[in-house]
């Protein structure tokens, strides 16, 4: 059984920066994509970043050079480091895994830490 679970949303002013967690427990797979999505209000659920088992990155254009994505394998945490934050980033952020053979479709989703950013 895999569990995902998010931590570090906050309320933040604009310009602000915030660090999320995602801590996977079970058997996450030794090759997988584990990814940082968000849903904003009346908004669908789009990814912002991704990290596979041996780090390569993805971003979403709207968060490149500003949004960092990591790894700490001893501890299977994914962190996402937020910096410069607009108020358009408010949404739920949820942790998303993928795991081989069945890379393009979710394993496992967490349920979710809220990013508000307003001044």
């Known amino acids: 059984q895999v569990q995902l679970v998010e931590s570090g949303g906050d309320m933040v002013q604009p310009g602000g920066s915030l660090r999320l967690s995602c801590d996977a427990s079970?058997?996450?797979?030794?090759?997988?994509?584990i990814g940082w999505y968000r849903q904003g209000p009346g908004n669908k659920r789009d990814l912002v970043a991704s990290i596979t088992n041996d780090g390569n990155t993805n971003y979403a254009d709207s968060v490149k050079g500003r949004f960092t994505i990591s790894r700490d394998n001893t501890k299977n945490t994914v962190y996402l480091q937020m910096n410069s934050l607009k108020p358009e980033d408010t949404a739920v952020y949820y942790c998303?895994?993928?795991?081989?053979?069945?890379?393009?479709?979710?394993?496992?989703w967490g349920r979710g830490t809220q990013v508000t950013v307003s001044s």
């Open positions: 079970g058997n996450i797979g030794s090759i997988h994509v």
């Open positions: 998303n895994l993928k795991k081989y053979p069945f890379l393009q479709s979710t394993f496992a």
